[in-house]
């Protein structure tokens, strides 16, 4: 008794194209399935046909092709009756908690089947047991952690007893140590005789559970249909991110030549002046604790620093003390030499850029060009000014020529990026990224990430020579993507910078990236496999690469 | 910043009362405070909202704001009144003019002037009771109620499973409308967006809000879709559902219920038979 999908197709009302493409293949109980594929491929529409919001919620769509659920056909079932075999855990964890307490949305479905008082307590305290949030019941749901959002919302789920449970892309908003804890979950749920099916991008850190079975999707249908090893072996590297080893092993057996970037010297030993200086910097919230202490630092000309560290150790808290979001309560946040104190939001906006990470938080305007303009307009830039930054800004984001669409009808990812050259056409100095590849699959933000490293003015270009900024700040959970694209890392943890230099120096202690919740990469790890190959020479001292880059090393 | 409830759980008898008694109550009292004008009257339900508010042992910190808020919106309200006697016209008819004070300037060749009627201020005075009274006992109302508690006291109280649940729905996602609120600020302000500089008309006024508005409208109907979503995977509304709570009166909130109802009752007749009206001496 499985969940076999036949020859499954769809067809959303409104799209040109089918969705899914005649899809067939089979989820096991006992087992962890992993679906992958790039944004777009048809994933999360292939769940809503297992769970039954299509075409129950979503209706006017052409569905053909069969769902047996053990052994049921699901064309005959109505929602209340699939939600008790299959179980649902949405993207955004967020926006699945119903309830104000996490006693009352765990018994939410529950309720909903009309079952008995006495039996919905004893599930809520089984199930809380199972997941170890028995301390959490009468917790608030707005006020958990990322991680403990989504075991309740897990929670919720198999409070409902179901033989099967879906995750879309269920390590989206954690951090690393969350995430290992979450999948380790899932393979204890699996090993108990449940069928796991998770729709994730990163799949290294899936493969550490063994999935039994992966499913490699493009374009509505099913690519690749099999084990791990196999999984490796077919899917395209620049599409999908792969163990480190892998890219390794197949650019060498492609005979690829993948240059090494020239990346610029940190430029703390060049003693540039700084555009940022914390000093003695210490913040808390009104009425609250202090939740950032002492930090004193300064980001020069020509860095591009990663921000690592785990949930709440105060990243963004800090970050937006450089543009006065947040005041210090102690110490000095110099901008340009100047005290910030003085200045308002709007003033240091001219020097200092922050795109925040939704870009649905920040999108408003009728056009791309408008949106564009809102901000050099609110500085007081001259038209001319603005016209001339609209036009840089729409290339270093590769977006040239959709100057007259509105920004909300275009895909995530461009949205992402429209909402960093909304920030690009004030002309900062610096600019600052939170999670910036966030809902993004990797060929996305790998591309996104080259095209605005590679934008970044360097010590020596003058401003006239090229326009750009003059340093770029990020926060990220992606360790990878701090490897790859970073000349330094802060490593941010309990409100304070715990290390701060260039990369080979910071991520060389695993043992402290275990303490901050940062689980070492396969990446980390062959490139500390390879630091005696790559002494610094020179300007391009940055000693850190992508696994392609590695590849070709001696 | 945090948006959250104000409420705590508090041992007072205002906390342990079942929630429906608790909204008889609060129906009752307001509809009963609208039925009278008599300074005499209003000063003996001021008392009682007083009585009520200090029972609630809310703490000053937690609720500083919130008094000093209500505390200068009634005396501005009760002043704009007492100056101008607006909606005096229809409580009485003759004025009996005590003092009259004249600015000792002239603007345009008129001179202020304010002339003060024992029922100007008896007005006033009532006004500032009425004001007070519905201000505060619904002030209450969110530092005492448990968010938890709204859904299943509105289905107890007949409301439909949707309706009442909506009710939960909602106190769950007010915070969240908060945090949206306060990001899409920030990331607007990122910009150079500054709300303090408003200028032009109404209309000038509107749509200097929209970086604010639209993003959070937009975030609101995103989520809303993913919110149904969610429920319909969790078989909401596909037949008649269990409330895992549930309410049950104790003797007290019978007690607490009849005395409403008597009040309400009272103050109803009492109206109808012309007691309570405007009073002067």
């Avoid at chain 1, 084990?227 to 599409?239: K, P």
């Amino acid at each position: 008794m499985t969940i076999r999908v036949t020859n499954l197709s769809y067809h959303y009302r409104n799209q040109r194209e089918r969705t899914l493409d005649g899809l067939s293949t089979e989820f096991k109980p006992g087992e962890v399935t992993l679906i992958a594929g790039a944004s777009g491929c048809g994933k999360t529409t292939l769940i809503r046909c297992i769970n039954g919001l299509i075409p129950r919620s979503y209706t006017g769509g052409e569905l053909s092709g069969a769902i047996e659920l053990f052994g049921q056909d699901t064309a005959a079932l109505t929602l209340a009756t699939i939600s008790q075999i299959i179980g649902t855990v949405l993207q955004d964890p967020e926006k699945q908690i119903v309830a104000s307490d996490v006693t009352s949305e765990i018994a939410f479905g529950l309720e909903n089947l009309g079952l008995p008082r006495d039996e919905i307590r004893e599930r809520i305290a089984h199930t809380a047991e199972l997941l170890h949030i028995s301390n959490l019941l009468t917790r608030e749901t707005f006020l958990l952690s990322g991680g403990e959002k989504q075991k309740v919302a897990l929670a919720g789920v198999l409070a409902m007893r179901p033989r099967a449970v879906l995750l879309d892309e269920p390590l989206a908003s954690l951090d690393p140590a969350s995430g290992r804890e979450a999948l380790a979950l899932m393979r204890h749920l699996a090993d108990a005789g449940i069928a796991v099916v998770i729709i994730e991008h990163r799949i290294e850190d899936v493969l550490a559970i063994h999935p039994e079975h992966c499913v490699y999707m493009s374009a509505g249908r099913i690519t690749y249909d099999g084990d791990a090893a196999g999984l490796l072996q077919s899917v395209d590297w620049r599409e999908i991110k792969l163990p480190a080893s892998v890219v390794m092993q197949r650019v060498r057996a492609a005979g690829m030549a993948v240059p090494h970037r020239a990346r610029s010297k940190s430029p703390e030993q060049v003693g540039s002046k700084s555009i940022i200086e914390y000093r003695q910097v210490g913040f808390g919230y009104a009425d609250g604790p202090e939740v950032l202490h002492d930090i004193n630092c300064a980001i020069r000309r020509g860095e591009i620093i990663a921000l690592i560290g785990p949930n709440g150790a105060g990243k963004s808290t800090l970050l937006k003390h450089a543009i006065g979001l947040n005041r210090p309560v102690r110490g000095q946040v110099l901008v340009d030499g100047v005290d910030s104190a003085a200045l308002t939001v709007a003033q240091l906006a001219r020097a200092v850029g922050f795109v925040f990470q939704s870009p649905s938080h920040m999108l408003f305007a009728p056009t791309v060009r408008e949106e564009l303009a809102f901000g050099p307009r609110n500085i007081g830039l001259d038209a001319e000014t603005i016209a001339l930054n609209t036009d840089n800004a729409l290339a270093t984001v590769a977006l040239t020529g959709t100057e007259d669409q509105p920004p909300l009808a275009l895909s995530f990812g461009q949205q992402k990026r429209i909402s960093i050259a909304s920030i690009l056409t004030m002309n900062p100095r610096i600019v600052i990224m939170d999670e910036p590849t966030a809902g993004q699959d990797y060929a996305n933000y790998t591309h996104f990430m080259d095209d605005i490293v590679s934008h970044m003015r360097t010590d020596a270009e003058s401003a006239n020579a090229k326009p750009g900024f003059e340093a770029l700040a990020f926060i990220t959970h992606d360790l990878d993507l701090a490897i790859t694209y970073a000349n330094r890392i802060m490593l941010v943890a309990d409100g304070r910078i715990v290390a701060d230099g260039a990369p080979e120096e910071v991520l060389l202690d695993t043992a402290r990236l275990e303490r901050c919740r940062i689980h070492p990469t396969s990446l980390l790890e062959a490139n500390l496999a390879a630091l005696n190959k790559t002494t610094p020479s020179g300007m391009q001292s940055h000693r850190f690469m992508s696994a392609a880059e590695l590849a070709f090393l001696a | 910043m945090l948006v959250t409830w104000k409420y705590r759980p508090r041992n007072t008898l205002m906390q342990r009362l079942d929630p429906r008694a608790r909204l008889i109550f609060f129906l009752c009292y307001l509809l009963s405070v609208f039925m009278f004008w008599d300074v005499r009257v209003l000063s003996g339900f001021l008392v009682i909202t007083l009585l009520t508010v200090l029972s609630a042992k809310l703490s000053w910190k937690d609720t500083r704001q919130t008094w000093l808020l209500l505390g200068s919106f009634t005396t501005f309200y009760a002043l704009i009144t007492f100056i101008t006697g607006r909606a005096g016209n229809n409580l009485y008819q003759t004025e009996h003019i005590i003092a009259v004070l004249q600015a000792p300037f002239v603007v345009l060749g008129w001179q202020p002037t304010v002339a003060i009627s024992i029922e100007q201020v008896f007005l006033a005075l009532s006004q500032f009771s009425r004001v007070s009274s519905i201000a505060a006992i619904t002030l209450l109302i969110p530092y005492t109620f448990d968010p938890a508690m709204y859904g299943v006291t509105f289905r107890q109280l007949g409301l439909p499973d949707k309706l009442a649940f909506a009710l939960d729905l909602t106190m769950r996602f007010v915070p969240s409308l908060g945090r949206d609120f306060a990001m899409t600020m920030d990331a607007q302000k990122a910009r150079g967006y500054e709300m303090e500089r408003r200028s032009g008309g109404l209309l000038g006024q509107v749509r200097k809000l929209t970086p604010l508005l639209v993003p959070v409208v937009i975030h609101s109907i995103i989520s809303g879709e993913e919110i149904t979503d969610a429920m319909d995977l969790r078989a909401f509304g596909t037949q008649p559902r269990t409330w895992l709570r549930r309410l049950s009166y104790a003797r007290r909130d019978y007690i607490v219920i009849a005395v409403s109802l008597i009040l309400l009752a009272t103050s109803v007749a009492a109206n109808l038979s012309g007691l309570g009206r405007f009073w002067a001496p």
